[in-house]
């Protein structure tokens, strides 16, 4: 039966905007398949959005867990500053270089952006380091990449995809390493990155499903949803640089095959 982890989860996750400090603990290598929601893995965003651009409120009530999925939603349901409520999970721990991956699917709609990345900023106490892999749903055959360093953004790009990111689970992953970065979707090399400007921080995992009514350039006019709409997330995984391929899955056994 559907539940949502906010329901669960709500109070801690009111803690996860300002309490991240330099003290967090560093990950090592896991896969999450959501058999179960582990607060001690993962907190909500909830009860604040990232600025004006963002037309929509982080809520507990967004995030819902199935067995063996996370699903985010973005809905109309107003709070007292919002039309519409969006998810957002991320982990409590950072995670320094190595493989990052994800199985997803996303939704649809036209000024909405479903994003697996990793991020570290001066909510923590550092400076802003960031790497990207976002589907903007208003074109559901491509993805976008990207790093920021220091607050400035860097290695933009876009590539298309076989099938769209809404009819298909797609395995989004990055192997990042001293001066080198590699993204892959379904074990394909897409962008290889190799400059002496990356990210060198340990981050935070993010997944995000959000709106905006401003940055239609980018994320095209948005669409008022008739139905909620959805991201769904299978499972995710990071092992860390040096260590073998952990499961069949992964983009390592893929390259190591190759």
């Given at each position: 039966?559907?539940?949502?982890?906010?329901?669960?989860?709500?109070?801690?996750?009111?803690l996860?905007?300002?309490?991240?400090?330099?003290?967090?603990?560093v990950?090592?290598?896991?896969?999450?398949?959501?058999?179960?929601?582990?607060?001690?893995?993962?907190?909500?965003?909830?009860?604040?959005?990232?600025?004006?651009?963002?037309?929509c409120?982080?809520?507990?009530?967004?995030?819902?867990?199935?067995?063996?999925?996370?699903?985010?939603?973005?809905?109309?349901?107003?709070?007292?500053?919002?039309?519409?409520?969006?998810?957002?999970?991320?982990?409590?721990?950072?995670?320094?270089y190595?493989?990052?991956?994800?199985?997803?699917?996303?939704?649809?709609?036209?000024?909405?952006n479903?994003?697996?990345?990793?991020?570290?900023?001066?909510?923590?106490?550092?400076?802003?380091?960031?790497?990207?892999?976002?589907?903007?749903?208003?074109?559901?055959?491509?993805?976008?990449?990207?790093?920021?360093?220091?607050?400035?953004?860097?290695?933009?790009?876009?590539?298309?995809?076989?099938?769209?990111?809404?009819?298909?689970?797609?395995?989004?992953?990055?192997?990042?390493?001293?001066?080198?970065?590699?993204?892959?979707?379904d074990?394909?090399?897409?962008?290889?990155?190799?400059?002496?400007?990356l990210?060198?921080?340990?981050?935070?995992?993010?997944?995000?499903?959000?709106?905006?009514?401003?940055?239609?350039?980018?994320?095209?006019?948005?669409?008022?949803?008739?139905?909620?709409?959805?991201?769904?997330?299978?499972?995710?995984a990071?092992?860390?640089?040096?260590?073998p391929?952990?499961?069949?899955?992964?983009?390592?056994?893929?390259?190591?095959?190759?």
């Open positions: 039966m559907r539940r949502s982890v906010g329901v669960a989860l709500g109070l801690f996750s009111v996860a905007a300002g309490t991240a400090t330099a003290s967090d603990p990950g090592t290598t896991f896969r999450e398949d959501f058999l179960s929601f582990d607060p001690a893995r993962w907190y909500i965003s909830d009860g604040w959005s990232n600025g004006d651009h963002q037309n409120q982080w809520s507990a009530s967004a995030v819902e867990h199935l067995p063996g999925r996370v699903i985010l939603e973005f809905l109309e349901d107003p709070t007292p500053t919002h039309t519409y409520r969006c998810g957002e999970i991320q982990t409590t721990a950072r995670f320094g190595g493989t990052f991956e994800a199985k997803i699917k996303t939704d649809d709609g036209s000024g909405l479903a994003a697996f990345f990793t991020y570290i900023g001066p909510v923590h106490g550092e400076r802003h380091d960031e790497i990207d892999f976002e589907m903007l749903t208003a074109n559901v055959n491509e993805v976008t990449i990207n790093t920021y360093v220091d607050g400035k953004p860097h290695h933009g790009d876009v590539h298309p995809v076989a099938k769209p990111t809404n009819e298909k689970f797609y395995v989004y992953s990055f192997i990042w390493e001293p001066g080198r970065l590699r993204w892959f979707v074990g394909e090399l897409i962008k290889d990155v190799q400059d002496p400007v990210p060198e921080r340990p981050q935070k995992i993010y997944f995000s499903l959000w709106g905006t009514e401003t940055l239609n350039d980018w994320m095209g006019p948005f669409d008022p949803p008739a139905r909620p709409k959805q991201m769904e997330i299978d499972w995710v990071f092992t860390t640089l040096g260590e391929c952990q499961f069949d899955e992964s983009v390592l056994c893929k390259i190591a095959v190759d």
